[in-house]
């Protein structure tokens, strides 16, 4: 059933915690993986939308409205969320609604890049906040390898 309105509101996570701690790895070795496994991805949908490869699936989804759709979608495998979106109150709620999903979905989340980092490895000159996977096609060993460690730490 769907709560009533008075159990919809989020508490707002406090700005000196470390934000979501359980889900930060912080290992270079999981920052590196996620690095190559989005730049490989992304490389490779580039690749299909050059050959206008229609039936090609596309790899990674970014932006929250994105990420939510492709979660309820059941498209997104695994979630990759900036680790310093706490600065704004914002943005807080529409991003805790992505992380209820993933829990609902059992999608793994995983929180090793900072914006800017998280736009780099996508090849965006922008800021990113998160972006999820919906097909692993072509970068299988760091996706399972990442799985692995969200596990470790669920």
Do not use: W
């Not at 590196?32 to 496994?37: A, E, N, P, R, T």
């Not at 229609?54 to 680790?83: D, P, T």
């Amino acid at each position: 059933g769907t709560p009533s309105a008075a159990c919809k509101r989020v508490p707002k996570i406090p700005n000196q915690e470390q934000p979501r701690a359980y889900a930060r790895i912080n290992n270079e070795e999981t920052s590196q993986l996620l690095i190559d496994m989005l730049g490989e991805l992304m490389r490779l949908q580039q690749r299909a939308a050059a050959e206008k490869n229609s039936k090609a699936r596309r790899r990674l989804v970014m932006g929250l409205r994105e990420v939510a759709r492709g979660i309820r979608a059941h498209k997104v495998k695994m979630v990759i969320m900036a680790n310093n979106l706490d600065q704004y109150g914002a943005i807080d709620e529409k991003l805790q609604d992505i992380l209820n999903l993933a829990r609902e979905e059992e999608v793994p989340v995983l929180f090793e890049l900072n914006k800017r980092k998280l736009g780099k490895a996508i090849g965006k000159t922008i800021k990113i906040s998160v972006v999820g996977i919906q097909s692993a096609d072509g970068a299988f060993e760091q996706f399972k390898k990442l799985k692995k460690v969200v596990a470790a730490f669920g």
